[in-house]
């Protein structure tokens, strides 16, 4: 009867969380202690809770007779392979009703919650962050260890999410489902949508507590929070105009600089030192791609922009993060990285 009448008199003594049976307060105390009393007979892994050993099971369970006619993998349930249809054709019917953001499952709904509550029941050991569940805590310890489990069978490219693996298939396929019904424009996912739409909108729901200026991208507001960690430590021995970093100084010193630019452009005026330099912006005029892939045909204008598309089909990665291991193909893909998952962190 207490299902119905929502009375929780089981109460936590550590974190203060109700139940509505002693049994259901039991479980939960588990997370606090540690204790993972069911065990796997095949690989010996633990778990708090018994419901959470039958689903791992099934890993060990050779009998998987439902198979995904789009990317074959296969499950010991039905209900398990409906679940992760979800996952293909996008569609999200769980919705938060805090802040409005949905969901493929509602386990997903659940998780994300304890956002909202504040709740968080596990403590990473490596860096002290508290996440909201194991599954949360498993995937963020691959940020230290560098494991990124999810192989892309084409190009070779790994992800630490299998979401995420999901997502990039897309774009070997050409798949883009989520179409914009303002401009026509489509995405390979609601994520990439959603974010196109504040074009529209005008929306900029990421806003910097230090000075309200606000952006439609959290990772523009990343890089702009470095405006205010920074000192301006670059100098201009010309005007005294200081700068927090030393592209910008550069840039500004290009002012002073007295050195001529003779080659013009005769499409549109614009000045160049070097005569190479003035080649290569006519392509822009003329359309001109003279960098051809020989595996896939793409054209490129510059023969550095061939050189790093072609990563693409060898997997090579030759920029690699000094915090995690984590490897890239383009330099600007790695400082990305460094200002979006590192910040704050000394390397």
Do not use: W
């Not at 405006?227 to 100084?249: D, N, P, W």
């Not at 160049?272 to 005029?285: E, K």
């Amino acid at each position: 009867m207490r299902t119905h009448s929502g009375e929780k008199p089981f109460k936590c003594n550590q974190c203060g969380k109700a139940y509505s049976s002693s049994s259901y307060l039991n479980r939960h105390k588990r997370i606090h202690s540690g204790e993972k009393p069911y065990g796997c007979r095949d690989c010996r892994k633990t778990f708090r809770d018994s419901s959470l050993l039958r689903q791992h099971e099934e890993i060990h369970s050779k009998d998987k007779p439902y198979k995904c006619d789009q990317c074959n993998k296969t499950f010991s349930r039905r209900s398990r392979l409906n679940t992760h249809k979800i996952l293909h054709t996008g569609e999200k019917p769980y919705a938060c009703n805090d802040c409005g953001k949905t969901f493929s499952i509602l386990p997903y709904l659940k998780r994300h919650k304890r956002i909202h509550t504040g709740e968080k029941s596990v403590e990473c050991n490596l860096c002290g962050k508290a996440l909201s569940s194991e599954s949360y805590l498993k995937t963020h310890l691959r940020i230290h260890t560098g494991e990124r489990p999810y192989k892309c069978g084409q190009c070779g490219k790994t992800f630490r999410m299998s979401c995420n693996l999901i997502v990039h298939k897309k774009m070997h396929a050409g798949e883009k489902p989520c179409i914009c019904k303002d401009c026509g424009k489509s995405f390979r996912d609601h994520s990439c949508l959603k974010e196109h739409m504040r074009i529209h909108t005008g929306e900029k729901p990421f806003a910097c507590h230090q000075c309200g200026k606000t952006f439609r991208v959290n990772y523009f507001l990343i890089l702009h929070k470095k405006i205010h960690m920074r000192t301006k430590q670059y100098e201009c021995k010309e005007c005294g105009k200081a700068f927090s970093g030393v592209l910008s100084h550069r840039r500004h010193m290009k002012k002073h600089t007295r050195e001529k630019k003779p080659f013009n452009c005769s499409e549109c005026g614009k000045a160049f030192r070097r005569n190479a330099s003035l080649t290569i912006h006519m392509r822009t005029h003329t359309g001109e791609k003279p960098y051809k892939c020989d595996q896939c045909g793409k054209t490129f204008n510059v023969r550095g922009n061939l050189t790093v598309h072609k990563r693409v089909h060898t997997g090579e990665k030759p920029y690699q993060c000094n915090v995690c291991g984590r490897a890239f193909s383009k330099l600007i893909s790695l400082r990305r990285h460094h200002e979006s998952t590192h910040a704050g962190q000394n390397s």
